[in-house]
């Protein structure tokens, strides 16, 4: 019988839903889940609460950049697009964190010296973006590389990993960058330290060619958005800008996804 102490914890569950674990780890973890008790509800609730997330966001919420580009048309081209009211709402259920009590030689960037506060992290876990595509069927989860198209409807979620403060960005084949979140303010947002967060407004990709590229750029501290903005600026004169990383100083951390545009 399985213990309460040896319960799968909720952010390897999200793992386990997500199929963001090893296979071989994956199918072990399964495993034990379906000996608990309560393992697989748990697992077929957190799944549902996922899905119902996803569809239940009205078309009125929907960001059409096409329209919003051909409308700044006539208007002098900034140095950076912002897409409006990027905030956050949770997906899921609240995820247990794994706390853990790092040595004062990997104490998290910004704490103070003599500050004896626990750093939070999610063991052997980074922060990550997990994009779906909108579908009439149900939402489609896109891998890096994913096969996309003009007028696809993305949702933009990341996993903070324990991260406190992050910045959301895309750049597309035009060299054009796009402001996500924050929503507003000149400094990075408060993240959700665990759980995958949902951002409140999908994404129609517009025509621009070759790709289209998020990052995910967070640390244990705020930072500046003009940091990462200056970056995916800089990154957008390269050749490799569909693959090759930001420019960014080394406390902050960044994942992205790239979509693979298509006629």
Same mark, same amino acid.
């Given at each position: 019988?399985?213990?309460?102490h040896h319960?799968?914890?909720?952010?390897l569950l999200?793992?386990?839903?997500?199929?963001?674990?090893?296979p071989?780890?994956?199918?072990?973890?399964?495993?034990?889940?379906?000996e608990?008790? !309560?393992?697989?509800?748990r697992?077929a609730?957190l799944?549902?609460d996922?899905?119902a997330?996803?569809?239940?966001?009205?078309?009125?919420?929907v960001?059409?950049?096409?329209e919003?580009?051909? #409308?700044?048309?006539?208007?002098?081209?900034p140095?950076f697009r912002?897409?409006p #009211?990027?905030?956050?709402v949770?997906a899921?259920?609240?995820?247990?964190?794994?706390?853990?009590?790092?040595?004062s030689?990997?104490?998290?960037?910004?704490?103070a010296?003599? !500050?004896?506060?626990?750093?939070?992290?999610i063991k052997?876990l980074?922060p990550?973006?997990v994009?779906?595509?909108?579908s009439?069927?149900?939402?489609?989860?896109l891998?890096?590389?994913a096969? #996309?198209a003009?007028? *696809?409807?993305?949702?933009?979620a990341y996993?903070?990993?324990?991260?406190?403060?992050?910045?959301?960005?895309s750049?597309?084949?035009?060299?054009?960058?796009?402001?996500?979140?924050? *929503?507003?303010?000149?400094?990075s947002?408060a993240?959700?330290?665990?759980?995958?967060?949902v951002?409140?407004?999908a994404?129609?990709?517009?025509?621009?060619?070759?790709?289209?590229?998020?990052f995910?750029?967070?640390s *244990?501290?705020?930072? !500046?958005?003009?940091v990462v903005l #200056?970056a995916?600026?800089a990154?957008?004169?390269?050749p490799d800008a569909?693959s090759?990383?930001?420019?960014?100083p080394e406390?902050?951390?960044?994942?992205?996804?790239?979509?693979?545009?298509?006629?």
């Amino acid at each position: 019988m399985t213990s309460a102490h040896h319960r799968t914890p909720d952010w390897l569950l999200e793992r386990i839903a997500l199929g963001e674990l090893p296979p071989a780890e994956l199918a072990a973890a399964r495993a034990r889940l379906a000996e608990e008790p !309560d393992g697989p509800a748990r697992l077929a609730a957190l799944e549902s609460d996922t899905r119902a997330t996803l569809e239940a966001l009205p078309p009125a919420r929907v960001v059409r950049e096409v329209e919003a580009r051909a #409308a700044r048309q006539d208007a002098p081209r900034p140095a950076f697009r912002l897409s409006p #009211a990027w905030g956050l709402v949770p997906a899921l259920a609240a995820v247990a964190l794994v706390m853990v009590v790092l040595p004062s030689s990997e104490t998290g960037h910004g704490t103070a010296p003599g !500050d004896t506060r626990e750093v939070t992290r999610i063991k052997g876990l980074a922060p990550q973006l997990v994009i779906h595509r909108q579908s009439a069927a149900r939402p489609e989860r896109l891998a890096d590389g994913a096969a #996309a198209a003009a007028g *696809d409807v993305v949702q933009v979620a990341y996993i903070a990993s324990g991260r406190s403060h992050g910045v959301i960005v895309s750049l597309d084949g035009n060299g054009a960058v796009t402001l996500h979140a924050p *929503d507003e303010g000149s400094r990075s947002m408060a993240l959700v330290p665990s759980g995958t967060q949902v951002l409140p407004r999908a994404y129609e990709l517009d025509d621009a060619p070759g790709f289209e590229r998020f990052f995910f750029v967070s640390s *244990d501290a705020p930072f !500046d958005v003009a940091v990462v903005l #200056a970056a995916a600026e800089a990154l957008a004169g390269n050749p490799d800008a569909s693959s090759a990383p930001l420019s960014l100083p080394e406390n902050l951390t960044q994942a992205s996804l790239t979509l693979e545009k298509h006629e």
